[in-house]
């Protein structure tokens, strides 16, 4: 069994720590890797790393930034399969999703590092002033343990394109594809470091005064910790953090296509996304059409281990987050829920969960209030459109919602819906250009396109007044305590052009 590293200075080493604990495979419940659960001295020899390296690293062309970091970003494309292979064995995802997100997520961070050959590092604006936007220095981000690959490279593309250095904590639940993620980078040493665990290597990783901003995805509990943490040390945070994300479902669209849509929405990586689809409000004219083509559509997503190319919904990362979609759903049941399909542990290994449809649900049901990262399609009927968006604003998180309408009045009334990202009549749209801010206990800080370069740079005005004229020279003067040799003659006349001298030019 393999005992993981930590990647610090350009060297693979040992932890510091004297703590482990196994990844598991959810799928069959084997031990896949022993990795280290971190220490205070880890997170500070890798920002020590990282600190070392900064200065010379932003003092590279960003041309030459880009360049490597396209390089590596190509050598990970080549790699997709691989990459999905040990995501799938550390968390659960079907190999053939896994590749999808990791080959568009690889492209997508050429685009991103690629504006940083646009970016204004350097603009004079009026009244003789430059702007200069300069690194942070030594950065941290903190990927959760569901998209490991993908949201690793999405941060970390713009902090390294603009010349910051970096510190990545992976999920302590999924760290294998992150160590051979910079197994397949030959930056300089120090600018990415790795370092190993849980809460005992991210706490004091975050908590380093010379970290300059923290870019954390993860829960809104451990969220809170961190942004509190920065802020007492003056630093920057980006957090992204949980979503209970609605769906509207107005009349007149085709239910049945809808339902297709949802489904793949509510279900896809086994409803762990943060923009899953966790909440769904169907107008009353096609609910029950659009709910019997939901539960069809949900029947076909089979379940099994994500090595199999036959399997649609592989498992959950862990029986602890099982657990958490099992709660959901007594829960709702005991408070009057109707289960349509699905709802029941399947026997056998592997901590699996079927894709599961419920109705009759309201918001006294933790699975309507509480985000629940599972296979959940929990639907509502409401009587107007209108009242399906009073719905879906009605919560604390605001990361992403959804509409499906053909009203053009109604898709602009969707965008009062209070979240970083609104989609209409599709879900996960939008390119690299795509910029957003997650709205209540979703976190905080705007990413996406030139976004991400400004969080990761700091503006310097540079004020450069005119030259002041040079003073005049006083004018020569005889020195009498000069010797014979050297002497001027008082009545002699000076040289033409001589500094000083009467007539000469800047007299």
């Known amino acids: 069994m393999k005992t993981l590293q930590n990647l610090i200075g350009g060297i693979w080493e040992d932890s510091r720590g004297d703590a482990f604990h196994k990844v598991i495979n959810p799928a069959t419940e084997e031990v896949v890797a022993r990795c280290p659960s971190g220490s205070p001295e880890d997170a500070r020899q890798a920002v020590d790393a990282a600190v070392r390296a900064q200065p010379a690293w932003a003092a590279l062309p960003v041309a030459e930034r880009v360049a490597r970091l396209c390089r590596w970003a190509d050598t990970i494309t080549e790699h997709a399969d691989e990459l999905a292979?040990?995501?799938?064995?550390?968390?659960?995802?079907?190999?053939?999703?896994?590749?999808?997100?990791?080959?568009?997520?690889?492209?997508?961070?050429?685009?991103?590092?690629?504006?940083?050959?646009?970016?204004?590092?350097?603009?004079?604006?009026?009244?003789?002033?430059?702007?200069?936007?300069?690194?942070?220095?030594a950065t941290a981000v903190i990927v959760p343990w569901n998209?490991?690959?993908?949201?690793?490279?999405?941060?970390?593309?713009?902090?390294?394109?603009?010349?910051?250095?970096?510190?990545?904590?992976?999920?302590?639940?999924?760290?294998?594809?992150?160590?051979?993620?910079?197994?397949?980078?030959?930056?300089?040493?120090?600018?990415?470091?790795?370092?190993?665990?849980?809460?005992?290597?991210?706490?004091?990783l975050v908590a380093d005064e010379r970290i300059g901003l923290v870019h954390f995805t993860g829960s809104v509990e451990?969220?809170?910790?961190?942004?509190?943490?920065?802020?007492?040390?003056?630093?920057?945070?980006?957090?992204?953090?949980?979503?209970?994300?609605p769906v509207v479902v107005d009349a007149g669209v085709d239910p049945v296509a809808t339902a297709a849509a949802v489904a793949f929405g509510a279900f896809v990586n086994t409803g762990q996304i943060c923009t899953s689809m966790e909440r769904i409000y169907v107008h009353r004219e096609i609910a029950e059409e659009f709910i019997d083509a939901l539960v069809d559509v949900a029947g076909t997503?089979?379940?099994?281990?994500?090595?199999?190319?036959?399997?649609?919904?592989?498992?959950?990362?862990?029986?602890?987050?099982?657990?958490?979609?099992?709660?959901?759903?007594?829960?709702?049941?005991?408070?009057?829920?109707?289960?349509?399909?699905?709802?029941?542990?399947?026997?056998?290994?592997?901590?699996?969960?079927?894709?599961?449809?419920?109705?009759?649900?309201?918001?006294?049901m933790l699975v309507m209030t509480e985000e629940t990262f599972g296979p959940l399609a929990p639907v509502a009927v409401v009587s107007s459109f209108e009242e399906g968006l009073?719905?879906?604003?009605?919560?604390?998180?605001?990361?992403?919602?959804?509409?499906?309408?053909?009203?053009?009045?109604?898709?602009?009334?969707?965008?009062?819906?209070?979240?970083?990202?609104?989609?209409?009549?599709?879900?996960?749209?939008?390119?690299?250009?795509?910029?957003?801010?997650?709205?209540?206990?979703?976190?905080?800080?705007?990413?996406?396109?030139?976004?991400?370069?400004?969080?990761?740079?700091?503006?310097?005005?540079?004020?450069?007044?005119?030259?002041?004229?040079?003073?005049?020279?006083?004018?020569?003067?005889?020195?009498?305590?000069?010797?014979?040799?050297?002497q001027a003659t008082p009545d002699a006349p000076a040289t033409p052009g001589a500094p000083g001298a009467a007539g000469a030019p800047g007299a």
């Not at 600018?191 to 849980?198: P, Q, R, S």
């Not at 099992?326 to 056998?348: K, S």
């Not at 309408?405 to 749209?429: E, K, L, S, Y």
């Open 85 to 137: 292979e040990i995501e799938c064995r550390e968390m659960g995802k079907p190999v053939t999703l896994g590749r999808t997100f990791i080959a568009g997520a690889a492209q997508g961070f050429k685009a991103a590092v690629a504006e940083a050959l646009d970016y204004p590092f350097e603009e004079t604006v009026t009244g003789g002033t430059t702007i200069l936007r300069r690194p942070l220095g």
């Open 147 to 204: 998209f490991p690959v993908p949201m690793a490279l999405g941060a970390l593309g713009p902090l390294l394109a603009a010349g910051d250095t970096v510190v990545l904590k992976p999920s302590e639940r999924s760290p294998m594809s992150a160590v051979r993620l910079l197994e397949l980078m030959d930056p300089p040493a120090g600018v990415v470091n790795l370092v190993l665990g849980d809460s005992r290597a991210g706490a004091p």
């Open 222 to 245: 451990a969220g809170r910790r961190v942004g509190a943490e920065s802020g007492a040390l003056l630093h920057r945070s980006i957090l992204e953090l949980g979503g209970k994300d």
């Open 301 to 364: 997503f089979a379940l099994g281990d994500g090595h199999d190319a036959t399997t649609v919904l592989g498992p959950l990362v862990d029986r602890r987050q099982r657990d958490i979609v099992v709660r959901h759903v007594d829960d709702a049941v005991e408070r009057g829920a109707t289960v349509r399909t699905g709802g029941t542990v399947p026997e056998g290994k592997g901590f699996f969960y079927p894709a599961t449809v419920l109705t009759d649900v309201d918001d006294s």
């Open 390 to 486: 009073e719905k879906a604003a009605g919560t604390r998180f605001g990361l992403a919602a959804t509409v499906y309408t053909n009203d053009p009045a109604h898709m602009i009334a969707a965008r009062g819906i209070p979240a970083g990202v609104v989609w209409v009549n599709q879900w996960q749209g939008g390119g690299p250009e795509r910029l957003y801010e997650p709205a209540g206990d979703s976190g905080m800080g705007a990413t996406g396109s030139r976004a991400a370069y400004d969080a990761a740079t700091r503006p310097v005005s540079v004020h450069v007044a005119p030259a002041a004229p040079a003073a005049p020279a006083a004018p020569a003067t005889p020195d009498t305590q000069a010797t014979p040799d050297t």
